[in-house]
């Protein structure tokens, strides 16, 4: 059974108590924990000489025969892991089958191989589910695996083939299995025992935390247990106040204490994943646009509207989120990305948090802003002859049922007040072609009828846009002057 979900799910929390409930039941084998941040279990190279170890531990009648292995050859340690399992594992495991072992005793045979993708070598990870696969094809033995991991590039295709892909039970730690449901248990439980034992629980209100919240806790969990538990860890510090520690890490106000690192762990994750990109600032420019707080309601989410809005080749996208699968899902080529940690964008607009990954709320308006400007006159010089829904002065939109442009009507206001001004910004802005010509403007939009982007729609812009204008720290004495002339939109 492969058992996968996005980082922070829960599925070493799983294969833990799943283990444990196997070993009272007499059923687990072996297990083993691959941890990144564990110099001992981050590597292959101690993986089947514990399974074996924990195989004499539950069944002592493997013990001469594996020991017998290990002094006939001084080397084994040092061979392939296919050697290993084979010598050390499958060997002494079939003399037991051919004896009657099996038939006469309960069977221990369920083996737990936890976080799979902590291994730090993607080819070694690839190469365990091969040698395990052989085994299940090679040999008859009453063995199961339970193998977790997070649905890495790499690891979907390795269970998508051959054997693995016929004799592999699927699980995914998905919304099916109702994780909010749980999360708020998890937090109920949790705000209970802080009220119990902390030391300040003389002081701390009968009524806290409200249910509004829990609700806001577990929304940004997006039914993920890393961010509440981490959240939970954070706030029954003995050494401070509950009730200034959930305001804390709701963002209500700042910590006090500069130094304070409440979601290190989950933090931890974020770096080591974007710190295993190959492109980081194709990744982070595609993030931005993801995580860019614009109150249009129509962001662009699609791999496909990204890559145009961005000049990039048709899968490009996909190629470049590929090392994030884990935190971002992006399988549709016209559906849209899906951030499956509600927090990842509260993590890159923190400085503190992210670090060399930080992503400038203002800088990235104006990247956005200038991205707009230039979308419009790719549009214009691309295609001077197509679909025309106005023509001012040379510039041309066009292609009224486009995502990109329903987009830079709604978002462009907002991504230039936001922005951090530039003299190549300021620029685009003052050159804009409606600042010569409005009323024009607006009577091509009269003339050219569409279905997403109509007078209405048009007028709207413009009022917003002239509005902008007249507020802006860019703008221009002459300007002014235009701008109150025609501001009769209004």
């Not at 080397?75 to 099996?102: C, H, M, N, W």
């Not at 045979?109 to 291994?119: K, Q, S």
């Not at 802003?369 to 230039?374: D, I, N, P, V």
């Amino acid at each position: 059974m492969w058992l996968y979900g996005p980082a922070g799910a829960g599925k070493s929390a799983i294969a833990q108590t799943i283990a444990e409930k196997l070993y009272a039941m007499k059923l687990l084998l072996a297990s083993f924990f691959f941890s990144r941040t564990d110099a001992k279990r981050n590597h292959e190279k101690s993986f089947i000489a514990t399974i074996a170890y924990e195989t004499v531990m539950i069944i002592s009648e493997t013990k001469a025969a594996i020991e017998k292995a290990v002094d006939d050859d001084p080397a084994l340690f040092a061979r392939s892991l296919e050697a290993q399992l084979t010598t050390l594992v499958i060997g002494p495991l079939l003399q037991l089958k051919d004896s009657g072992y099996f038939i006469r005793n309960p069977s221990s045979r369920v083996v737990v191989i936890d976080g799979l993708d902590e291994c730090n070598n993607p080819e070694v990870q690839c190469y365990i589910l091969e040698v395990i696969a052989g085994v299940l094809q090679q040999y008859d033995l009453p063995l199961l695996f339970l193998i977790t991991s997070r649905p890495e590039q790499h690891l979907t295709a390795a269970f998508n083939f051959g054997i693995l892909e016929k004799n592999t039970t699927r699980l995914a730690l998905d919304d099916d299995f109702f994780p909010e449901d749980d999360v708020r248990v998890f937090l109920q439980d949790s705000f209970v025992k802080v009220k119990q034992t902390h030391p300040l629980k003389a002081h701390i209100p009968s009524g806290w935390p409200s249910p509004d919240l829990i609700n806001a806790i577990i929304q940004k969990s997006s039914g993920q247990f890393i961010y509440a538990s981490t959240l939970m860890k954070y706030i029954a510090s003995i050494r401070h106040r509950p009730m200034d520690r959930l305001q804390e890490m709701l963002g209500v106000h700042p910590s006090q204490n500069e130094s304070s690192t409440p979601f290190s762990e989950l933090d931890a994750i974020y770096i080591h994943l974007f710190s295993s990109v190959s492109n980081i600032q194709a990744v982070l420019r595609i993030m931005g646009i993801l995580i860019a707080p614009i109150r249009t309601g129509f962001p662009l989410q699609t791999p496909v509207d990204i890559e145009e809005f961005l000049s990039l080749e048709a899968g490009d996208v996909e190629l470049i989120l590929a090392d994030l699968s884990s935190v971002v899902r992006c399988e549709m080529r016209y559906g849209p990305i899906q951030l499956l940690h509600a927090s990842l964008g509260d993590f890159l607009h923190d400085k503190k948090r992210s670090r060399q990954f930080y992503i400038d709320g203002s800088t990235q308006h104006k990247e956005l802003a200038l991205l707009c400007f230039k979308s419009m006159n790719k549009r214009s010089e691309a295609h001077p002859r197509c679909s025309l829904i106005f023509n001012v002065n040379g510039f041309t939109f066009i292609d009224a049922s486009s995502t990109i442009l329903r987009y830079v009507y709604r978002s462009l206001v907002e991504h230039c007040s936001k922005a951090v001004m530039t003299r190549e910004l300021e620029d685009l802005i003052l050159g804009f072609p409606v600042v010569s010509s409005c009323e024009e403007f607006v009577a091509t939009c009269a003339q050219q009828g569409s279905p997403f982007i109509n007078t209405f729609e048009v007028y709207t812009f413009l009022v917003k846009f002239l509005a902008y204008l007249q507020s802006s720290v860019c703008k221009l004495n002459h300007l002014l002057f235009w701008a109150s002339d025609y501001f009769f939109f209004s």
